[in-house]
Nanobody, 124 residues
């Protein structure tokens, strides 16, 4: 069982930055056996992939829409994954979800565990 709790969302002006955190409590398996991902869901839209990071943190993948602006990282000693959001745009407004899976992919349906989400609102 894996429990994920996101934090760090809020209201920010366009061009600003936020840092999201996701703390993980896992029973049975260590945090570093999970691929971690960030997804987002804007009002009226489907949940979409944002970024994911390999178990050891050495490989990262991004959606084209956030590449160069967002950075995913993880601290396995703290059981935490982060998402640094820079140069934010109004279209980045969404609920951001942290997700975990043994293997992970860009498809939300492949991720086994989800947090409750944290709202990011970017004003123009």
């Amino acid at each position: 069982q894996v429990q994920l709790v996101e934090s760090g969302g809020g209201l920010v002006q366009a061009g600003g930055s936020l840092r999201l955190s996701c703390s993980c409590a896992a029973s049975g398996r260590a945090f570093d056996t999970y691929v971690m991902g960030w997804f987002r869901q804007a009002p009226g839209k489907e949940r979409e992939f944002v970024a994911r990071i390999s178990r050891g943190g050495g490989m990262t993948y991004y959606a084209d829409s956030v590449k160069g602006r967002f950075t995913i990282s993880r601290d396995n000693a703290k059981n935490t994954v982060y998402l640094q959001l820079n140069s934010l745009k109004p279209e980045d407004t969404a609920v951001y979800y942290c997700a975990a899976d043994r293997y992970g992919s860009e498809l939300p349906s492949t991720m086994d565990y989800w947090g409750e989400g944290t709202l990011v609102t970017v004003s123009s």
